[in-house]
């Protein structure tokens, strides 16, 4: 009981120290420069373009040092814009759009919902696909102190995208391979399913 006790509290420092790393008053000024592109509030109204809505920190931090390296995951934008970021600008416009609600996607196609919600939240047994919500969460929030990526409500488009760079291997930023491994067991139709799932949820 004790250990228990002392172990959440470990978690609520972690996860509150994350949370708190950057300053989202300062990072709004800084994100105007970002605003074209991803919208002020981070609800990207272009479908290639990310939403950072709602985005957790500590994943956007990482997605801007492993764009400015330009190695594991290369897009020739992000790299301009990621070299003109300080580590400190990277943490403040990080908890501005952590701070933002995203919005559900403004187009899905209703049609494919029911069998991306199955992948979604089972998995597939026989093909060894885990559950998408087991690090994405339930409702597609992702889980801010480790980074792990929220989803829902983000364009089906950028999601396929990313799928298919990700099987592909022209994204291999994933620690431990934890997407790769999965998208590899992924047909084209299921993966088309599960993004218009992801985009249906806010
Ligand atoms: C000219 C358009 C444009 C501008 C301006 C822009 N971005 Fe991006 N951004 C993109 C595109 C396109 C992608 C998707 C890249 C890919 O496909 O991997 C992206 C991806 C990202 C991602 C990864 C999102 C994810 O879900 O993995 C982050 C984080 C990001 N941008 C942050 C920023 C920040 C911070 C700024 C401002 C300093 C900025 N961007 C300015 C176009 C832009
Ligand atoms: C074991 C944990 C885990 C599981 C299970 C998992 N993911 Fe991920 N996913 C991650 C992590 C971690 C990242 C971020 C990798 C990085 O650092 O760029 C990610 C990134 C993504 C991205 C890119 C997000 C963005 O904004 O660019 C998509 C899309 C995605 N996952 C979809 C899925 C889908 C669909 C499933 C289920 C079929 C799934 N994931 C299952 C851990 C997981």
Do not use: W
Not at 40 to 58: C, I, M, R
Not at 66 to 80: C, H, L, P, V, Y
Not at 100 to 123: H, L, P
């Amino acid at each position: 009981m004790k250990n228990l006790f002392v172990a959440s509290l470990l978690f609520l420092f972690a996860a509150s120290g994350t949370a708190l790393a950057g300053n989202a008053e300062a990072g709004k000024t800084k994100s105007a420069a970002c605003a074209g592109c991803h919208g002020a509030d981070g609800n990207s109204p272009v479908p290639n373009f990310p939403k950072l809505a709602g985005q957790n920190e500590a994943y956007i931090v990482k997605q801007i040092k492993d764009f400015k390296a330009n190695s594991t995951r290369k897009n020739e934008i992000m790299f301009g814009m990621a070299a003109a970021l300080t580590d400190e600008d990277a943490k403040d416009i990080g908890a501005y759009f952590q701070a933002q609600s995203v919005a559900q996607a403004a187009t899905f196609d209703a049609s494919k919902i029911a069998a991306g919600r199955e992948i979604y939240k089972g998995g597939n047994l026989q093909t060894g696909v885990p559950a998408c919500q087991a690090c994405h969460g339930p409702a597609g929030g992702g889980v801010a102190g480790i980074g792990y990526p929220q989803l829902g409500g983000q364009h089906v488009d950028y999601i396929l995208a990313q799928l298919k760079a990700f099987k592909d291997g022209s994204r291999s930023n994933d620690n431990k391979m934890l997407m790769r491994s999965i998208v590899k067991k992924l047909s084209d139709n299921d993966m088309t399913a599960v993004a218009n799932y992801i985009a249906s949820l806010k």
